[in-house]
């Protein structure tokens, strides 16, 4: 880096190393590169999840530069196994990790940052762009609500009166939320330790990211209207750049397992795609109860799943549905959507999925899990009316064929494929040359570049 003449600025990307943050990020930025060639972009993340997004000898994105930043693992350390303590060591190593990172940076190279883009995560960037006299982009990696109930902890918390606990309440009293149960926005508002790290975070930056010089999102205007006056008051600049998926250049896609020459030989719109996202993985006796109400119900489906099938579906599973299905460990997700054979998304409800669901005109059959998925399904169930919840929140047999049958068969289900169409159309138009994401995202190229 030091001696490459033509670098003018330097700009620092701080990613958030956990669940599907980074890789978003990483597009925003590569999306974000192109115009402004005389920017170097150092993307400080730690180096397990740097080494997993970024791709060997991509020359399109030289001026993306990865950085590696300390996990925060204490020397000697002994992991537990709980998925949580990853997270608790990193937190408690930002942000010092981030600093000494970008301090050896001005050192090696002789020049200042002269803007930050972060994962919205990161509150103390506001300090940081105060210090160095910058402009801090924040990015938002899910939907538009769930980042206006975070602005909004401290009155959900006063209103609902967290020590009577929370079932049966609503937020009523929020504008934009009547008929949102208090139990399906995003628990670290209300419920457990809100002392442990990631409350602690995101009530921080509920409190810092109005302070942002602007925030940008993967999402569009027109995909929620009830709420993009709300969003658009709370911040100086609130910018629906998304969907990115429709953005970038169509990278080479890679397909081992054969799911779409599968798929091309399925009838339109009767093959389930069921897939938990990279994170989660619902305990056994889920498992078998979907697999159950998949070989009793006879649907058609590519079932995406990590680790070693044998295991974890029930004994002779794949055998016996061989005519009906294929399991694989890897599935090029955005293409099977696209698919006109496909007609089910059974999802966890991330915000990424969600959006590539609608990208593709596929109604979704919702398994929430953690943080914003609950507020995504009452938002696919209630808002758009493009999928249905599967039985009381856990899979069940019952509730799960139920559901295909409503999604797959039903005259419920087409009508839910109508709506997607509309939501679809308003999605592409968005990124077209005079849609309102690729107005933002020139809004926001000139915030980078200023
Ligand atoms: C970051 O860490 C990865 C994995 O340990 C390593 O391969 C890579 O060279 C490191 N990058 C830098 C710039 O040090
Ligand atoms: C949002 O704001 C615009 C312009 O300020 C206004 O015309 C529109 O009616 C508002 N929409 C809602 C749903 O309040």
Redesign the pocket.
């Known amino acids: 880096m030091p001696g490459d003449e033509n670098v003018k600025k330097l700009i620092a990307v701080l990613a958030f190393p956990f669940a599907t943050h980074a890789s978003p990020l990483l597009s925003l930025v590569q999306r974000l590169s192109p115009a402004v060639p005389e920017a170097r972009f150092i993307f400080f993340n730690t180096a397990k999840s740097n080494n997993a997004i970024f791709l060997e000898d991509d020359k399109r994105w030289d001026s993306i530069r990865p950085y590696n930043v300390s996990d925060g693992t204490p020397e000697n350390y002994v992991s537990s196994g709980s998925p949580m303590e990853p997270i608790e060591n990193f937190a408690k190593a930002t942000p010092e990790n981030f600093r000494t990172a970008m301090e050896t940076v001005v050192e090696e190279t002789g020049m200042g940052f002269s803007c930050i883009i972060t994962d919205a995560f990161y509150w103390f960037a506001a300090d940081m762009a105060q210090e160095l006299q910058a402009p801090w982009v924040a990015f938002w990696t899910a939907g538009p609500r769930s980042v206006l109930l975070h602005l909004d902890t401290d009155l959900i918390r006063g209103n609902l009166k967290l020590s009577s606990g929370i079932d049966g309440k609503m937020l009523d009293f929020l504008p934009g939320f009547s008929g949102i149960c208090a139990t399906d926005i995003p628990p670290e508002i209300t419920c457990g330790d809100l002392n442990s790290p990631m409350p602690r975070m995101l009530h921080k930056m509920g409190l810092m990211l109005p302070k942002a010089t602007a925030v940008a999102i993967n999402s569009f205007e027109e995909i929620d209207?009830?709420i993009?006056?709300l969003t658009n008051s709370r911040f100086k600049k609130f910018l629906n750049i998304g969907p990115l998926v429709l953005t970038l250049p169509d990278l080479k896609i890679s397909d081992s397992e054969g799911c779409l020459q599968w798929l091309d030989k399925q009838k339109q719109e009767s093959v389930a795609y069921i897939s938990f996202g990279s994170t989660v993985m619902p305990p056994p006796h889920e498992l078998e109860a979907l697999a159950e109400a998949l070989e009793t119900s006879g649907f058609h489906f590519i079932w995406s799943i990590r680790g070693n099938p044998e295991e974890k579906l029930p004994k002779g599973f794949l055998e016996r549905t061989k005519d009906k299905g294929i399991v694989v460990s890897w599935a090029p997700q955005l293409k099977i959507l696209q698919h006109e054979a496909t007609g089910a998304f059974i999802t966890h409800c991330g915000w990424n999925s969600v959006l590539e669901s609608i990208v593709g005109g596929v109604p979704m059959i919702c398994r929430a899990f953690f943080g914003d998925q609950r507020l995504n399904m009452r938002t696919i169930e209630n808002v758009w009316g493009v999928g249905t919840g599967i039985g009381d929140g856990e899979i069940t047999k019952d509730g799960a064929m139920k559901a295909l049958e409503l999604v797959l068969s039903s005259e419920e289900g087409q009508y839910m494929r109508q709506k997607l169409e509309d939501l679809r159309k308003l999605a592409f138009d968005a990124v077209q040359s005079h849609g309102s994401s690729t107005a933002n995202f020139e809004t926001l190229t000139a915030v980078i570049t200023k």
């Open positions: 209207t009830a993009v006056n």
